[in-house]
């Protein structure tokens, strides 16, 4: 059993605010920057994540051996989502393995979970942590955006394809992702080059209508496109006791390019540190998520023997709860505000156009009288003029259209149920994987 107690929020510990790492809170304004990816596009700093490269006779068999995906068709020059998951089939890191050569691997991440099983587990590999910039553009005119500023077409490439380009006479790996749930290309090379190239992406996009993203709406693509987080919308399963071997090993070993930058400890390792919402549980590891909850089953290939394997075959077979967006009730949040210019305990404020804390938020949601899940992360779309979360729902009352109730308010504070409207996950339509090479609509 783990105890929540130790990470409650303001009453045990501070939550770690959004990084400066991630650049000023805003640029435009949120509202304008929230706007950006559906009209025009952003550019965002994801430079802060860290990475480990893996090389040698046993690349394939060590990232095999700890996750979830196969390996049998993923070709030189691709990348994918990759999930790592403990004995219980929950999810313990997750983030994008490039493939650049055979027995070449790079895979960006918290990944302080590889470098301990590389360590203890005998893989003859060698291994690295580059500190490379990671530059997202995102949006309807980020294609053309990039075209213009490298010369060349992008319209060859692939949803988790890379091509290399050539911006101001630097190399740049493209990647064509889209985290905003829309066409977008991430940008990775040497960090030495990170603010020519943001400042060229910069000075091209002015035409193209780009805006940087700021920190203090950071996190609001994610919820509409539903793209749940580790430590803020699930709790990270690295924080049982059964990991003491694990943290121990991480406290003295850590890799010397880590510990030259703030907050390595967390982000190096988990983003679960602190936690906000209703959820009034005694055991931590009741916030934990497996692949087919989080939404990611489609990642699942049982070709392989990984962690977690049997876990996951009888949770596929039948399983409990999976992801949805909620639409909170509008009436009812501005109630929320409404409690402060009351007399007496107000209720918990719900930051606009989200909480600048990158903290675990759980909220039990309500179906009458019984629980049927967790409401985590909420943040307002400014597009939709929504307040939303992505929430956990048990899967006899996951209906999209049905009527449910979040408990609001910290344990042992005021509360209020807030109705709400269960939505598809991702909310906003889903964009990314678009045929770069059709002629445009109209």
Not at 75 to 83: F, I, L, W
Not at 177 to 200: K, V
Not at 202 to 220: M, N, P, Q, S, V
Request: hydrophobic share 40%.
């Amino acid at each position: 059993m783990t105890d929540p107690t130790p990470f409650r929020a303001f009453t045990s510990v501070l939550p770690w605010e959004f990084s400066p790492m991630m650049g000023h809170l805003e640029y435009t304004g949120w509202r304008d920057e929230q706007l950006s990816w559906k009209t025009t596009c952003y550019v965002g700093d994801w430079t802060f994540v860290p990475q480990i490269r893996v090389k040698g006779p046993d690349a394939v068999r060590l990232f095999s051996d700890l996750s979830v995906n196969s390996f049998t068709s993923h070709a030189v020059g691709r990348a994918k989502h990759c999930v790592m998951c403990n004995e219980d089939g929950k999810v313990i890191t997750e983030g994008i393995l490039f493939r650049h050569a055979e027995d070449d691997f790079e895979f960006e991440a918290a990944s302080a979970w590889v470098w301990y099983h590389i360590k203890t587990g005998g893989y003859d590999v060698d291994v690295s942590f580059p500190v490379t910039h990671k530059l997202q553009v995102s949006g309807p005119t980020a294609l053309p955006l990039l075209e213009e500023l490298s010369r060349t077409t992008l319209r060859d490439v692939r949803f988790m394809h890379t091509k290399v380009l050539s911006i101001v006479g630097h190399e740049v790996t493209a990647l064509r992702q889209g985290m905003a749930g829309e066409i977008g290309f991430e940008l990775h090379g040497p960090i030495e080059q990170h603010d020519l190239i943001l400042d060229a992406v910069l000075k091209a996009g002015e035409k193209h209508g780009i805006r940087r993203l700021g920190r203090r709406t950071f996190h609001l693509n994610h919820i509409e496109a539903s793209y749940p987080t580790t430590g803020m919308e699930y709790w990270n399963a690295l924080n049982d006791e059964r990991r003491e071997d694990f943290h121990r090993f991480i406290q003295e070993n850590p890799p010397p390019e880590w510990t030259a930058m703030p907050g390595w400890q967390w982000w190096g390792v988990s983003l679960a540190a602190s936690l906000l919402g209703s959820w009034d549980g005694d055991d931590l590891t009741d916030l934990y998520r497996s692949p087919v909850e989080l939404g990611w089953a489609n990642r699942i290939a049982f070709d392989h023997d990984f962690i977690g394997r049997d876990a996951l075959e009888r949770e596929l077979a039948n399983p409990g709860r999976t992801i949805a967006t909620l639409e909170f009730n509008s009436e009812d949040v501005i109630r929320i505000y409404a409690s402060l210019f009351e007399e007496g305990e107000s209720l918990l404020p719900l930051d606009i156009p989200h909480p600048p804390y990158i903290t675990g938020w759980a909220d039990w949601i309500f179906d009458g009288d019984k629980k049927i899940g967790h409401s985590t992360f909420p943040g307002y779309s400014y597009f939709f003029k929504k307040v939303l979360a992505l929430a956990f729902i048990d899967n006899e009352h996951n209906r999209v259209g049905r009527e449910v109730e979040i408990l609001w308010g910290n344990p042992h504070e005021r509360q209020t149920k807030i109705r709400a409207t269960i939505k598809p996950a991702p909310y906003k339509a889903d964009n990314r994987r678009m045929d770069l090479q059709a002629p445009p609509a109209g």
